[in-house]
């Protein structure tokens, strides 16, 4: 993907969290990249020569001119993500969020299914307190396993299309 192809599949994506009432997970993913990214510089600090100072010339022992000293440091700082490490971010948030709780509450329906089974469970909701569900809208336990795993195929189609 060119760089004009990953900005349009972030924007998709971003209006498809939007829409699904997932804004929260835009949220998170905007503080990450307004924070951007660890970072290691190495910088190196020279003396510049002042015209108004009287300079002393440093010889060695074999009476050669010492040159001035450099000393190297290393700095941390951060770096701007790029639209291929955004795209990556939203789609791990995706994964993370939709995928994965579905993974596990399909999970733990099935282990409470299989020990009690005078008692049908519903389903099990996760979200974050103060925000709007992050439940999957579907009517029905197997279409919503159809959509998460269309929705697992087209993050995997589209992380390689990205590379």
Sequence with gaps: MNEDDLLFAVRRVRESLAKSNLTWILREIDETLRLGKPAVRTVIEVQEDAPDLIHMRVLTSAGEEKKAARRKTTVPTTESYSAQEEL???????????????????????????????????????????????????????????????????????RERAR
């Design 88 to 158: 990556n971010l939203l789609l791990d948030a995706i994964e993370r969020t939709i995928i994965s709780s579905s993974d596990m509450q399909s999970y733990v329906m099935s282990n409470l299914a299989d020990r009690d089974s005078k008692h049908p469970y519903r389903g099990i909701l996760f979200e974050r307190d103060g925000e709007i569900s992050s439940e999957l809208p579907y009517g029905n336990r197997e279409s919503a396993l159809v959509e998460v795993d269309s929705l697992r195929q087209a993050i995997g189609s589209l």
